[in-house]
């Protein structure tokens, strides 16, 4: 024991408390915890788990494909008022901007002015300047613009139906074939849960009876099924036999049984996807698109 300076003893001081041994990491893994430094957690923000489309539209649809070969004009008015007449962008919706569309189509920034001004001059596309300005969908393509022809009305089933000729017959036999195998395909996949989101919301807009906004929410409601698949190419593939049949399947009158009929169908197609029935989504979208022919078939005598 140390000793003062007139000699006489006194207490050793006292260590200071050694802090105390990390706890193993073990022990944190044992009890769930992470074995790194706990750091404080943010909280997520809403919608954060969502992956973000870039493309816009349904998710998982490639909206703005790149223009190839042929007119690049005509191809980009084309591109432009198929994602218009598909729902893809609907009215109120903004461009993006003019550079990153030209990126997107891959074609020139004045080839792309040209395609705009032609869907400008058509009412179906308007141009606004300032902070919050840019090219916005005023209205749905439903005239004869898409080649950059000049518009035209919409004619009767039968009208249509002549002017496609052997097109429509080829376009029904390509949607049999094609669209049962996306709806089969999109059963076979592990869906996130913004994918099952995405499939029910369509599903639930395609019911709606107004004329002016059913023919786009069912189209939608296909694409979403295509892109479910996960397969660009096939999804590309429906979009283009949606648009084909598009114009033809508009003039066609509203009739109560039939919607029923196809509300039924669309309902067992996306439950049969949802809950992994790949022969059932397979079946009831063959049962579905031969509907549809035979009603065409039948109107058009």
Known sequence: MPTDAAGKRVPRPRAAAAPPAAEPRRAVAARGGSAVAAKPRQRRAEGDDKPADPQGGVAGV??????????????????????????????????P?????AERLQVSRVTLREAIRALREAGILESRRGRTGGTFVVSPVATEVDKGRKAVPRGTAAELARQMGDTLHDALDFRRVLEPGAAGLAATRTLAAVDRQQLVACLTASRDRDPATRRVADSRLHLAIAAAGGSPSLAAAVADVQLTLDRLLASIPVIKRNLDHSDRQHTRVVDAILAGDAAAARATMEEHCDATAELLRGLLG
């Not at 909206?63 to 962008?89: H, K």
């Not at 901007?97 to 569309?101: G, H, I, P, T, V």
Request: charged share 30%; net charge positive; proline share 5%.
């Open 97 to 101: 901007a003019e550079r990153e569309l």
């Open 62 to 95: 490639p909206l703005w494909r790149p223009v190839r070969g042929g007119n690049a004009f005509e191809i980009t008015v084309s591109r432009l008022a198929q994602a218009i007449r598909l729902g893809l962008v609907v009215e109120g919706d903004r461009l």
